[in-house]
């Protein structure tokens, strides 16, 4: 196997455990990438011998970043991460994901859309292709094209592998080489630390938003869908009721300006498309929670 996810440093009388360790990430890199819970073990069984896990940045595949990704999931969930499952509600998440996915960058990459019991308007995308949307996202949106729109940004971050670019410069800020061997443990916490905490970079922001909105657009979306999140967004801010997303998500009135912007350009009517009527997306809605 070339550029093996997880590097075996150690030798020592439990070599036969690593090695063993080393077949079980080989076969499951090999079987292909439907099968979470054996992801997930491999996770539990990793974490339990911390730092013998070591992962090279500069080569990750796509296989290895959706690996890291689950893996990711798997300690955010320990952690208490409460994912919502209402089949209905992540079903309908999942089809505008599935709607969009055709004209994001990476169309055949394995994205995986859930739903997180939290009544803050946030979502977030990992590493991996996994997006998470909050239940207060799904109630604070007028209807599906905002939604969409919220989708279509956090996509356009994976395709684009922001969170691994990030990963690479906090690496390189902290004076470690970019292509040297980094734990584990410590790419989980960075990957917490972009998710949640650090404002991610004006190039990246601006990036998924002109690719989102293509995305928007192309998938049959109205373009408003986008501008107008943005414009609910800020006017939360104005009267101080800041979203926990506006941390991860700066300079929002900036962003709405260029998003406008690129809809003059293109000639686009920003109410042309699906997704607008608002009583439609209630009902489609209607079995989450009043909390
Ligand atoms: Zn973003």
């Not at 730092?51 to 890291?68: C, F, K, N």
């Not at 439609?280 to 209607?286: G, L, S, T």
Request: charged share 25%; glycine share 8%.
């Amino acid at each position: 196997m070339l550029n093996p996810f997880f590097w075996i440093k150690r030798a020592s009388p439990r070599r036969w455990f690593y090695l063993l360790i080393v077949g079980v990430v080989a076969l499951h890199l090999g079987v292909g990438l439907a099968n979470t819970s054996s992801a997930f073990d491999l996770c539990g069984l990793l974490d339990g011998d911390p730092g013998i896990e070591i992962i090279q940045l500069i080569t990750i595949s796509d296989q290895q970043e959706v690996e890291l990704g689950r893996c990711f999931h798997q300690h955010r969930v320990d952690e208490g991460l409460a994912i919502y499952r209402d089949r209905k509600v992540t079903k309908y998440v999942q089809e505008i994901g599935q709607r969009l996915i055709p004209y994001s960058e990476l169309p055949n990459f394995p994205y995986t859309f859930q739903v997180v019991k939290d009544n803050t308007i946030n979502a977030f995308a990992s590493v991996g292709g996994f997006v998470y949307v909050h239940t207060g996202l799904l109630k604070g949106v007028e209807n599906e094209a905002e939604l969409a729109a919220v989708i279509a940004h956090e996509i356009a971050h994976i395709a684009s592998k922001h969170s691994i670019e990030k990963l690479r410069q906090i690496i390189k800020d902290k004076n470690l080489e970019v292509n040297s061997e980094v734990e584990y443990k410590t790419i989980i916490n960075l990957l917490e630390d972009i998710a949640f905490s650090l404002p991610r970079g004006r190039q990246q922001e601006y990036e998924a938003d002109r690719k989102g909105l293509e995305m928007l657009h192309r998938a049959g979306y109205a373009p408003s869908g986008m501008t107008g999140f943005l414009q609910k967004l800020t006017q939360k801010v104005t009267t101080g009721n800041t979203p926990a997303m506006l941390r991860t998500h700066p300079e929002t009135v900036k962003r709405l300006d260029t998003l406008n912007e690129i809809i003059n350009k293109k000639g686009w009517n920003p109410n042309d498309g699906d997704g607008l009527d608002s009583a439609i997306y209630k009902q489609r809605i209607q079995s989450l929670p009043i909390e």
